[in-house]
């Protein structure tokens, strides 16, 4: 199985600054066809199902506001959050879709300072 | 738009087996990738499995022995079985739909999903 580790496990940051998440995988996700990684980001708000943001490790989902985006490549990749808002408060994840089983990571819970 | 919703009943006894199904609307369930996936309360997210329409199945080999994922497209239904279910089976059950394409990329629509407890 490809293990996904996220860092850190929590993170508290002020309204309108960056907010960065790091996720590590124990094996490469980048699928050589395309060159494309596999990694997908999700947002799950309290009480709420998880919610796509981004796929292919960078590209954002129709209707996700631009200051969320996704880099890296290979085991490693960043989803990084440019001007937090109040709404963003949530737990994220990073998942591979490399290989079954399909595995996500612990999640980052993500707090306003 | 995409929406799916899971029912199923909320208590099961242990050893028992526990039984969701997955009703879509606003598409039909053809030509797309299916999965299962389950969230202890409090825990993060542990895929369980998909189905093809053509009924095709990948397990997560954790649950494999246990796990039965099946799919009626005439009811535009998904369902799930678990056996053998004990108090670590407790969760939150979603249902999510991958984007389309030839294969079971990332989870595009989810279900609001439905909260299983294992309990006597």
């Known amino acids: ?113 | 738009q995409v929406q799916l919703q899971e029912s199923g009943p909320g208590l099961v006894k242990p050893s028992e087996t526990l039984s969701l199904t997955c009703t879509v609307s606003g598409d039909s369930i053809s030509s797309y990738y299916w999965s299962w996936i389950r969230q202890p309360p409090g825990k993060g997210l542990e895929w369980i499995g998909y189905i093809y329409t053509s009924g095709s199945t990948n397990y997560n080999p954790s649950l494999e022995s246990r796990v039965t994922i099946s799919i009626d497209t005439s009811k535009n239904q998904l369902s799930l079985k678990l056996s053998s279910v004990t108090a670590a089976d407790t969760a939150v059950y979603y249902c999510a739909r991958h984007s389309d394409g030839w294969f079971p990329y990332w989870l595009q629509y989810w279900g609001q999903g439905a909260l299983v407890t294992v309990s006597s």
Not at chain 1, 85 to 106: I, K, L, M, N, R
Request: hydrophobic share 30%.
């Open chain 1, 1 to 113: 199985d490809i293990v996904m580790t996220q860092s850190p496990d929590s993170l508290a940051v002020s309204l309108g600054e960056r907010a960065t998440i790091n996720c590590k995988s124990s094996r490469t996700v980048l699928y050589s066809s395309n060159n494309l990684n596999r990694i997908a980001w999700y947002r799950q708000r309290p009480g709420q199902p998880p919610k796509l943001l981004i796929y292919w490790a960078s590209t954002r989902e129709s209707g996700v506001p631009d200051r969320f985006s996704g880099s890296g490549s290979g085991t490693d990749f960043t989803l990084t959050i440019s001007s937090l808002q109040a709404e963003d408060v949530a737990v994220y994840y990073c998942q591979q879709y490399y290989s079954t089983p399909h595995t996500f990571g612990q999640g980052t819970k993500l707090e306003i300072k």
